[in-house]
């Protein structure tokens, strides 16, 4: 998981809003006339950044800068990996 700031063309807020909004594993948690606070969910660092770069491509769109990132521990029932050195 992951938070950014999203900051938004002065009366784009809400055209910008919907687009975000439509996109699977993002949230809008709340923001003002130019700016708005998301989380994005996904499976990887990877995941996380892609969909990062799709809202940073976004029409109305100025920036998008991640805030925090999360990523969760690997599951206790998988086999542990080894790695020889």
Same mark, same amino acid.
Request: aromatic letters at 2%.
């Given at each position: 998981?992951?938070? #950014?700031?999203?900051? @938004?063309?002065?009366?784009?807020? !809400? /055209?910008? $809003?919907?687009? +975000?909004? #439509?996109?699977?594993? @993002?949230?809008?948690?709340?923001? !003002? /006339?130019? $700016?708005?606070? +998301? ?10 950044? !892609? ?35």
């Amino acid at each position: 998981m992951s938070s #950014a700031v999203v900051s @938004v063309t002065q009366g784009e807020r !809400d /055209a910008v $809003r919907a687009n +975000v909004e #439509a996109l699977d594993g @993002v949230e809008v948690h709340g923001g !003002d /006339a130019t $700016r708005l606070i +998301v989380t994005i969910e996904g499976t990887s660092t990877g995941q996380l950044g !892609d969909r990062l770069t799709e809202i940073n491509l976004m029409p109305g769109v100025l920036v998008a800068n991640m805030v925090f990132e999360h990523a969760e521990e690997a599951d206790d029932t998988e086999e542990p990996q080894c790695h020889s050195t």
